[in-house]
C-alpha cells in the first residue's frame, strides 16, 4: 500500500498561446524557450521540487510532442519517482466518453481519478506560462492555518492595469468576498495568479458540479471560485510579493527576457538558494571572435559571437558572425545571424537563419513594435523584414 500524498499539484500546460503567434505554431506555450537556455515550465516544475511537491500532473493538450518530449521522465527537475513524479496527462478516452478539455475546470475534472489515486488531502492547481519563483509550501502552510477551502495566489498590481486580470476583494483578515474577472472599474488591485490551493474533497464536489452544468465554460475563474464565493465558502488571498510575469504575449514574453539583463536585473536566474532546473543538452563553451562587441546581454553556451550584440539574450548554439549587429533582441537556440546582416527589436525563434546583409526589425525606438519570425524559418541575403511583423515562412 503506497503511502498517501499531502499535496500534489495540477499543472495546467495544454493551452494554445495564440498571442504567441509564430512561436507556437509548432509547439505548445509551455514549451517555449526562455531565458538562454530554459523553457517556460521549467519555473512551475521548479517551484515544485523547491517547494517540497514531489507529485505533479501535467495536463497537456495543444502541440504536446515537444513538451513530452522536453520533461520526459522528469529526472532534470528530481521528479522521476517510483510513486509521484511528474506525469504526463492528456486528454484520454474514458469507458464512457472521450473528449478534449473544455476548459481549466473540465482538464481537472478529467483526471480526477489521477487525483484520487495519491490521496492527496490538497491539491495546487497551477499554469504553465508564467515566469516566477514561489515557495508553494508557505503558500499550503497558509492555506492549512487559515482553514481555507479554497487559497487564491494574489499580486498587487497598479490599479491601471487590475482590469486586466481577475481581482479579489478581500476583508483585513485577507478572507475573499467578492471575485471580478477583468472588471472595469476595479475596487481592489489584488491579481489573481491564476494559482490555487484547494481541499481536495471541495474540490471535486465543485468540479463534478460544474461538469453537470451545460451552461458552464468549465472554467475556474469564470465557474469554480465564483460559485465557491456564493456558496459562503471559506476562501482566502495570498499575497505574493517577488517577480511574476504572464508571458502569454510576445511583449511580455520580450519584456521577461530583458528583465534578466543589467547589473541588478529585476529577475535573476543564478540564485543558488531557489535553483531553476531543467533538462540542459550538452553544449560546447561560447565562443567569442577578437572583434566581438558584446554589451549588456546573455550569451549562453554553445553559442559563437563575432558581430556585435547589444541588449540581448542570445540562446544555447546561436551564431552571430562578422559584421553583424543584433540589438534589443532575443535569439532562440541554433539561429544563424549572418555577414552584415541587421536585426533589432525582434523574437528569432529556433533554427532561423539570417541571411548576409538581411535586415529584420527596426530600432526600437522608432519600432511600432516586435517583430517575430518562427522556427526554421531562412531569410535570404538582402532581404528586408520590416518592424512589427509576425513571419512563419518565406
Given at each position: ?49 523547491n517547494s517540497g511537491i514531489d507529485t505533479v500532473g501535467v495536463l497537456t493538450q495543444y502541440q504536446p510532442l515537444v513538451l513530452n518530449d522536453y520533461i520526459g521522465n522528469g529526472l532534470p527537475w528530481d521528479l522521476d519517482r517510483a510513486f509521484g513524479g511528474v506525469k504526463i496527462l492528456p486528454p484520454y478516452q474514458g ?300
Amino acid at each position: 500500500m503506497f503511502k498517501k500524498k499531502k499535496c500534489i499539484a495540477m499543472l495546467l500546460a495544454g493551452g494554445q498561446g495564440s498571442r504567441l503567434y509564430a512561436l507556437t505554431q509548432k509547439t505548445a506555450k509551455p514549451a517555449v524557450p526562455f531565458g538562454g537556455k530554459y523553457r517556460i515550465i521549467d519555473f512551475p516544475l521548479s517551484n515544485c521540487i523547491n517547494s517540497g511537491i514531489d507529485t505533479v500532473g501535467v495536463l497537456t493538450q495543444y502541440q504536446p510532442l515537444v513538451l513530452n518530449d522536453y520533461i520526459g521522465n522528469g529526472l532534470p527537475w528530481d521528479l522521476d519517482r517510483a510513486f509521484g513524479g511528474v506525469k504526463i496527462l492528456p486528454p484520454y478516452q474514458g469507458n464512457k466518453t472521450a473528449d478534449w478539455y473544455k476548459g481549466t475546470a473540465n482538464a481537472i475534472y478529467q483526471n480526477l481519478e489521477f487525483i484520487n489515486r495519491y490521496d492527496a488531502e490538497y491539491v495546487l492547481i497551477l499554469s504553465g506560462d508564467h515566469i516566477y519563483k514561489m515557495d508553494y509550501a508557505a503558500m499550503l502552510d497558509y492555506h492549512i492555518e487559515k482553514g481555507a477551502d479554497c487559497t487564491i495566489a494574489v499580486l498587487d498590481v497598479p490599479l491601471e492595469e487590475a482590469s486586466r486580470f481577475g481581482i479579489m476583494s478581500t476583508r483585513e483578515d485577507n478572507s475573499i468576498f467578492k471575485f471580478s474577472e477583468k472588471p472595469k472599474n476595479p475596487d481592489s488591485t489584488l491579481a489573481s495568479m491564476g494559482i490555487y490551493i484547494f481541499g481536495k474533497d471541495k474540490l471535486q464536489k465543485y468540479l463534478i458540479e460544474d461538469n453537470a452544468d451545460q451552461n458552464s465554460a468549465n472554467d475556474f475563474g469564470k465557474n469554480i471560485i465564483p460559485n465557491m464565493l456564493a456558496a459562503g465558502e471559506k476562501m482566502f488571498a495570498y499575497q505574493f510579493e517577488g517577480y511574476w510575469k504572464d508571458v502569454g504575449t510576445i511583449q511580455s514574453l520580450w519584456e521577461a527576457n530583458m528583465d534578466l539583463l543589467g547589473e541588478k536585473p529585476a529577475f535573476t536566474l543564478s540564485d543558488e538558494s531557489w535553483r531553476i532546473f531543467a533538462r540542459h543538452f550538452s553544449s560546447a563553451p561560447q565562443y567569442i571572435g577578437e572583434n566581438a562587441v558584446i554589451n549588456n546581454s546573455i550569451i549562453t553556451e554553445g553559442c559563437e559571437i563575432y558581430g556585435t550584440v547589444e541588449n540581448s539574450v542570445i540562446y544555447t548554439g546561436a551564431k552571430v558572425m562578422e559584421g553583424a549587429v543584433v540589438r534589443d533582441s532575443v535569439i532562440m537556440s541554433g539561429t544563424i545571424i549572418e555577414a552584415g546582416a541587421h536585426v533589432e527589436y525582434s523574437i528569432l525563434d529556433g533554427g532561423v537563419k539570417i541571411g548576409k546583409n538581411a535586415s529584420v526589425g527596426a530600432p526600437k525606438e522608432k519600432s511600432k513594435g516586435i517583430t517575430v519570425i518562427g522556427a526554421d524559418v531562412n531569410v535570404p541575403d538582402g532581404y528586408t523584414i520590416g518592424d512589427d511583423e509576425m513571419i512563419s515562412e518565406i
